[in-house]
């Protein structure tokens, strides 16, 4: 099972880590582009495209948890499971993507 973590409990989430977290967005560049979060104390943000993830995988750290994010969550709930599956542990899913980022968290990112 992936965790679910909504923006709106990000900071909570946040502080239940033992090293510092990795959101690692998903989406396509331009979807990056048009909308995305900006890191912030207590975690970094990488962007990798869900159809490359197999070919980069492992320019992602197994010793650090990582948070997936797409725009709604459906892309990013796939790539959790499937770096699950490959053996990160620590891996969770940012219910409602970017869209309940900026719906809860940060009304200042554009919604598409």
């Not at 033992?18 to 890191?39: C, G, I, K, N, Y």
């Amino acid at each position: 099972m992936i965790s679910q973590v909504r923006p709106a409990h990000w900071n909570d989430w946040l502080t239940t880590q033992s090293a510092r977290p990795l959101l690692l967005d998903v989406r396509e560049p331009w979807e990056v582009q048009t909308a995305s979060v900006a890191p912030e104390a207590g975690f970094d943000v990488v962007a990798i495209p869900m159809s490359v993830i197999p070919a980069r995988m492992m320019e992602l750290p197994k010793d650090r948890p990582i948070a997936c994010i797409c725009h709604h969550g459906g892309r990013s709930q796939r790539v959790a499971m499937f770096l699950a599956q490959q053996g990160w542990p620590g891996v969770a899913n940012v219910a409602g993507g970017i869209d309940a980022w900026a719906r809860e968290r940060d009304p200042g990112i554009p919604r598409y």
